[in-house]
């Protein structure tokens, strides 16, 4: 594996060289981080081994891979010298809606950019991580993408053009699961439940549910109708579900983060 210089060590460059190191993808002297005026990049180092530089010339002297990590809105201030050093490396940015096009104004002379959606279960090599490559990749280079993706979790490959409609999904969805799981376990609040155990049940009702789905690949429909009889319990609910029209929720919900997604990409 090259070695990988982060700029900026926040939530997502944490989960990543968590990720990397953990299955044994690097050693801590391929990996290389500079922060910004806060402690983060410090924190990182001091709790990965990792090589804490203090210029962007010590940070990218020897590396080939650039992990653009740093809020998206610094993104507009980038200094330029920056920019320059970059020049020859593959790029990889987890700057939420900032586009290739705007990614390649900043990195001009990069080899190559990979934008990537990644989401915070990442930060526990559970996350689902969409991506798009400004040019088709070298061999090498998509080896390194996946290799860097699949530490974190899954990936799939996207056109930029549904970027936003994944971010929708995958994104913001953990989101949505926290509510819908909060919401849950309210309910069983309401019903009667303490809300410790409410509490318990909802999260590890979810846990199983999702490990079901992934582990058999079977449809949700097809495992929803396996545990609802006709006019029974499970029924009674869906029901309720259904004349409250919880998927036309969802779509609305996808969509409306779809749209401000895109609002922002163009901003």
């Known amino acids: 594996m090259p070695k990988i210089a982060f700029i900026g060590a926040g939530n997502m460059a944490s989960a990543i060289?968590?990720?990397l190191l953990a299955q044994n993808v690097c050693a801590p002297a391929d990996l290389a981080c500079l922060g910004g005026?806060?402690?983060s990049a410090q924190k990182l180092a001091g709790r990965t081994g990792i090589r804490l530089a203090s210029t962007p010339e010590s940070l990218l002297a020897d590396t080939d891979i650039v992990v653009v990590?740093?809020?998206?809105?610094h993104l507009a201030a980038l200094d330029p010298q920056?920019?320059?050093l970059c020049a020859g490396k593959l790029v990889i940015s987890v700057l939420a809606a900032k586009t290739l096009a705007r990614l390649a104004t900043a990195f001009p002379a990069a080899r190559n950019i990979v934008r990537t959606m990644p989401n915070t279960p990442s930060a526990i090599g559970a996350g689902m991580t969409g991506w798009c490559a400004l040019a088709p990749l070298a061999d090498a280079?998509?080896?390194?993408?996946?290799?860097?993706?699949?530490?974190i979790g899954r990936e799939v490959e996207v056109p930029?053009?549904?970027i936003e409609a994944l971010m929708g999904v995958s994104g913001c969805g953990p989101a949505f699961v926290f509510e819908f799981t909060a919401a849950l376990r309210e309910a069983g609040v309401a019903a009667g439940l303490d809300r410790d155990t409410a509490q318990m049940l909802a999260v590890q009702t979810l846990l199983g549910s999702a490990r079901l789905m992934a582990e058999t690949g079977t449809e949700p429909e097809t495992l929803r109708n396996?545990?609802?009889?006709p006019n029974g319990t499970t029924f009674a609910g869906l029901k309720r579900m259904e004349a409250r029209q919880f998927r036309d929720i969802l779509v609305e919900t996808?969509?409306?983060a779809k749209a401000r997604a895109e609002e922002l990409a163009q901003g």
């Not at 990590?69 to 809105?73: G, L, R, S, V």
């Not at 280079?141 to 530490?151: I, P």
């Open 254 to 256: 996808v969509q409306a």
């Open 160 to 162: 930029e053009a549904q």
């Open 17 to 19: 060289v968590t990720g």
């Open 82 to 84: 920056l920019a320059a």
């Open 37 to 39: 005026a806060g402690a």
């Open 141 to 151: 280079d998509r080896a390194t993408v996946l290799t860097l993706l699949r530490a």
């Open 226 to 229: 396996q545990v609802t009889s």
């Open 69 to 73: 990590a740093f809020k998206p809105q």
